[in-house]
């Protein structure tokens, strides 16, 4: 006698809410996954601006529009701590898989759409909490900003750069099923800090690192993000930054997909 | 009756390997069908081909009506699935992932809720609801997954060895469900196991699965029937080999453990005493002497010329069947 149940239909929204909230609720519950990532970038930040408050004295420019250090720092300290952090999505999508919990995903009719949201989700939810954390701590410390347009815009960069590198973590963390080997790429997140402008202004590189810095996409959001927080509201910078961070968001998820349809076809 | 599950010629490689080599299977709605074989041997591998998780390299399987392959979609809507390692999230609550899976199957908010709780009532998990599974114990584990696998009411249940590594209570727990679930809603259960009394206390049709191949098949008490004589174990002290002549003149040797000599007494018990007197007339020494009703344990032995028990004691748990990369 078996109990009918009415016939249901799987929803890909409600599942993609449903996995969303797990991602969160994994970040709140083991905090100290992500106290690094709020503690690394303000120690940069820290020690930088101790280093280089001087030396701004001494470029008349740089300090028309940076009086403190810590203003040209903002951006850089926000995207520094939400690369660190969105890491994390790949990371989890690998213990996921090694932990087995993948499968009961996949042995279930959940759309694999809602598998990458929900991954995706908690990072870009992450991301937010982080931009805000970083520029109310800056703020308290000196920094100055021009408004709360250009800090939204801080945010919603946030939100789509955890959804990009989440992305390309996701997509290390499905090809390898393996937590360490997502963590064993963590470096390439220095060096693709390292090599923007985030610590110093493109005007005074030379050579080669100019060269790298200025196809750096971080460098395009960063600047951007910089003009609009110390000289005020531009539509057009405001637009280089969202659609940067957008594009790299795009590109990271269309990788996804690809490559969470490869391991199906692969092993499903 | 139409079979429920349906598997032909079914086969998967990795690489060289051939993990399982031709599977033939047909299941009838409303059986509880016992897969046992050693570690290793393509049972999980099977099960993970028959839940889409899994592409056949060769073959094809049905289950519910549909193909596992090509309508993997419908195939999981209707099966509940119980893996091996009970994955389960152990930083969230076992209210909050009996509520996750209910989403994933599309249950409504307020049945899902509803289910739950009745569901984590059912397998003795309602005052551990609320705390993360993290702080669960092996045997609490496998009972919310289970909990977890029947959300949706499946037609069909797949449990891969779902006591392995359970105490015994924990173990006839589980068993109890099992047999309630299948005798009041009709669910069909193939579920895989090591364990040779699992197999013979739950399943009402077994499959013996070795080096990737079904070795024989049947109702448990069938395939005992079929070894026929009971198998007599003698150890002795010295030569074994003076007892061995006079034991082959009673029946054909059996696969046996340690220094053990077993036979196949082929003229039952009344043998008993004549086998006692010629191993006195040929001056052997019995240190032990057991006379067993034909078990699986035989039933296995005689297919594939080794003994399972003793070598599954769960001692190579963990040993995971070629997974993937």
């Not at chain 1, 970040?27 to 100290?32: A, F, S």
């Not at chain 1, 759409?113 to 989700?121: D, F, Y």
């Not at chain 1, 939810?125 to 347009?149: C, D, E, K, N, P």
Request: charged content about 20%; some cysteine.
């Amino acid at each position: 006698m078996t109990v009918a149940l009415a016939p249901h239909r799987p929803n890909v929204a409600r599942q993609s809410l449903v996995l969303s909230r797990r991602a969160v609720l994994s970040i709140v519950r083991q905090p100290q996954v992500v106290l690094p990532s709020l503690f690394f970038p303000l120690f940069f930040a820290a020690l930088n601006a101790a280093a280089f408050d001087r030396i701004t004295a001494a470029q008349p420019d740089f300090a028309a529009q940076y009086p403190s250090f810590l203003d040209f720092l903002l951006p850089a300290t926000v995207l520094q701590g939400v690369l660190f952090g969105s890491t994390q999505a790949g990371t989890e999508m690998a213990n996921d898989i090694e932990m087995g919990f993948f499968d009961r995903l996949l042995a279930s009719p959940v759309s694999r759409t809602s598998i990458l949201v929900g991954r995706l989700a908690g990072g870009a939810a992450l991301g937010a909490a982080q931009a805000v954390f970083f520029a109310v701590v800056l703020v308290l410390f000196g920094a100055q900003v021009t408004g709360i347009g250009p800090v939204l815009v801080l945010v919603v960069c946030s939100s789509l750069l955890a959804v990009g590198i989440g992305g390309f973590g996701v997509v290390l963390g499905i090809r390898t099923g393996s937590a360490e080997a997502v963590q064993g790429a963590f470096p390439l997140i220095f060096v693709l800090m390292f090599t923007s402008s985030a610590f110093f202004p493109r005007e005074l590189m030379t050579g080669w690192y100019g060269t790298v810095a200025t196809y750096n996409p971080i460098s395009w959001i960063l600047e951007a993000l910089r003009e609009l927080l110390t000289l005020g509201w531009s539509t057009t910078e405001a637009v280089v930054a969202v659609a940067t961070s957008a594009g790299i968001a795009a590109l990271a998820i269309v990788v996804a997909l690809r490559a969470l349809r490869r391991r199906l076809v692969l092993a499903a | 009756m139409t079979p429920i599950i349906v598997a032909e010629g079914l086969e998967r490689r990795f690489g060289d390997l051939v993990a399982v080599d031709g599977v033939d299977l047909s299941i009838d709605a409303g059986e509880v069908f016992g897969f046992l074989g050693p570690n290793g041997a393509g049972k999980s591998t099977t099960v993970r081909m028959l839940t889409t998780l899994l592409k056949p390299t060769a073959g094809h399987a049905r289950v519910a009506g549909y193909d596992v392959v090509r309508q993997a979609g419908e195939v999981r809507r209707a099966i509940g699935v119980a893996l091996q390692d009970a994955a389960i999230d152990p930083l969230m609550t076992g209210s909050e992932l009996v509520h996750l899976q209910a989403v994933l199957h599309g249950i409504p908010a307020k049945v899902a809720d509803q289910r739950g709780k009745e569901l984590l009532e059912r397998v003795g998990l309602t005052a551990a609801a609320d705390r993360r599974v993290g702080t669960y114990s092996g045997g609490m584990r496998r009972r919310l997954d289970l909990a977890l696998s029947l959300v949706h009411e499946p037609e069909v249940l797949f449990l891969d060895e779902p006591t392995t590594g359970l105490d015994p209570m924990s173990r006839m727990a589980l068993w109890e469900e099992v047999r309630f679930l299948n005798r009041e809603r009709g669910t069909t259960v193939l579920l895989t196991t090591q364990y040779l009394e699992e197999a013979d206390q739950l399943a009402g049709r077994i499959a013996i699965i070795d080096h990737g191949r079904i070795v024989k098949k049947g109702e448990p008490r069938a395939l005992k029937a079929e070894v026929g004589s009971p198998t007599l174990m003698v150890e002795v002290d010295g030569d074994p080999l003076a007892a061995a002549e006079v034991l082959a003149t009673f029946g054909d040797e059996r696969p046996s453990e340690h220094r053990a000599l077993a036979i196949g007494l082929t003229g039952g018990a009344q043998q008993l005493t004549a086998v006692v007197r010629a191993l006195d007339e040929a001056g052997v020494v019995v240190r032990h002497m057991e006379l067993n009703a034909p078990t699986l344990d035989d039933v296995f032995a005689e297919a594939t010329g080794r003994r399972l028990e003793g070598a599954a004691d769960g001692s190579e748990q963990g040993a995971v069947e070629a997974a993937p990369a």
